[in-house]
């Protein structure tokens, strides 16, 4: 039996990625100059993972990062101006309006009705806890969580300490590393939802091989899935 749904919530309830993709292509541009696009994704992405330690996942730590490899890429020729705009870009994505996911909301007041609701999500606190109150969405959720990091260990502390057993969980996102896999070796289920665009370290080949492991294209269908895999029609 499924007793609980826990829902992650970037790019699973609301929009995120896309903007650090569209943020990164304005980023290319300003580098024209310096250097091809590719390279200047390429060298992006190394320098995030490598500051990741340092600065977690989030929009200031993905700022710095873009003028790390700025400064890198421009071999120090670019400008305080051009450094001030990248600055503004990452200003720009703290402050951007909410846009939710469609489907997002009636689907939790349905499953609200049903399931205790918890959130699970990972990245810097203000910059997760900024959007979960932009959101409106906190009231359906009897958990919300904001981890530094989302693995075996940090899913098995967050179930032990809400006495829930991760047997009964239905843990829903769109990255299969951070969402899906830590909650299918704990024995629960997990039901991948994959956005338009994945980010390049959440990026997974394979699908898990696992009869726990779902995948639906929307999340409206969760619903219909959770009631399924509950014995019901
Ligand atoms: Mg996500």
Known sequence: MIKVVALDADDTLWH?????????????????????????????????????????FGVKGFTLSMIE????????????????????MGKAMLDAPMELLDGV??????????YPLMMITKGDHMDQYNKIEKSGLAGHFQEIEV????????????????NVDPREVMMVGNSIPSDILPILELGG?????????TASFERHEQEPDSPRYHRLARIDQLPRLLNHLNGGE
């Open 16 to 56: 995120s990625e896309s903007r650090f993709q569209a943020t990164q292509a304005r980023l290319s541009e300003i580098l024209d100059r310096h250097a091809p696009h590719d390279q200047v994704q390429t060298h992006l992405h190394e320098l995030e993972v490598r500051n990741q330690k340092l600065f977690g």
């Open 69 to 88: 490899a700025a400064i890198e890429i421009s071999d120090g020729e670019i400008t305080a101006g051009e450094i001030h705009e990248i600055v503004m």
């Open 105 to 114: 909301r009636v689907t939790l007041v349905e499953l609200a009705e049903a």
């Open 147 to 162: 981890l530094l990091d989302k693995d075996v260990a940090s899913y098995d502390e967050i179930f032990a300490r809400h």
């Open 189 to 197: 289920h997990g039901t991948f939802i994959p956005y338009h665009v």
